[in-house]
T-cell receptor
Framework: GENVEQHPSTLSVQEGDSAVIKCTYS??????FPWYKQELGKGPQLIID?????GEKKDQRIAVTLNKTAKHFSLHITETQPEDSAVYFC?????????FGTGTRLLVSP | NAGVMQNPRHLVRRRGQEARLRCSPM?????VYWYRQLPEEGLKFMVY????????ESGMPKERFSAEFPKEGPSILRIQQVVRGDSAAYFC?????????????FGEGSWLTVV
């Protein structure tokens, strides 16, 4: 089955800096790669996703890149703000089931 | 995650009791997923259901756990004879029918504490 690894587990940046979170996956059949943001005591919120026929996708300050050959994908947040502080999860899968990474705790200091 | 409704949000049960968690998917969604999140850990897939059918229950513990999604009403995750290790956040998610590479949307979760 699919296995997703996520790094780093914690990331501290200064406000305005960029943050990068990386994930690798094992199943070459996976074709869908979403990213979720989870704040304390709340459910995961979808922030961006990418499908296997696309190499890069951007939405304002957030971008995701996918390298299918190497089986890795990354989340890039530019101009970070304190409200970006949360736990971020990557996931990989296809129809029916997603496998999640273990999460990255991002702390943005003012 | 607006639209996926879970209740109760918080539930306390004594060891040996039963816990029932309910999930109403977003309007128009006919696929429901349950995930479990232990403290400081990621989300672990439990079960995937469509109306009146369990499609994939490969993540469900073999005993004490069951799930259903009836033709009418919410999906139910049932945990019998709870033990302390069942304490976790249980998240329901839903997606629309037939969306390959499903975009799934999560509810706010049900936090189960077993004392």
């Amino acid at each position: 089955g699919e296995n997703v690894e996520q790094h780093p587990s914690t990331l501290s940046v200064q406000e305005g800096d960029s943050a990068v979170i990386k994930c690798t996956y094992s199943d070459s059949a996976s074709n869908y790669f979403p990213w979720y943001k989870q704040e304390l005591g709340k459910g995961p919120q979808l922030i961006i996703d990418i499908r296997s026929n696309v190499g890069e996708k951007k939405d304002q300050r957030i971008a995701v890149t996918l390298n299918k050959t190497a089986k890795h994908f990354s989340l890039h947040i530019t101009e970070t703000q304190p409200e970006d502080s949360a736990v971020y999860f990557c996931a990989a899968g296809g129809f029916q089931k997603l496998v999640f990474g273990t999460g990255t705790r991002l702390l943005v200091s003012p | 995650n607006a639209g996926v409704m879970q209740n109760p949000r918080h539930l306390v049960r004594r060891r040996g009791q039963e816990a029932r968690l309910r999930c109403s998917p977003m309007k128009g969604h006919s696929h429901v997923y349950w995930y479990r999140q232990l403290p400081e850990e990621g989300l672990k897939f439990m079960v995937y259901l469509q109306k009146e059918n369990i499609i994939d229950e490969s993540g469900m513990p073999k005993e004490r756990f069951s799930a259903e999604f009836p033709k009418e009403g919410p999906s139910i995750l049932r945990i019998q004879q709870v033990v302390r290790g069942d304490s976790a956040a249980y998240f329901c998610a839903s997606s629309p029918w037939g969306d390959s590479g499903n975009t799934i949307y999560f509810g706010e979760g049900s936090w189960l504490t077993v004392v």
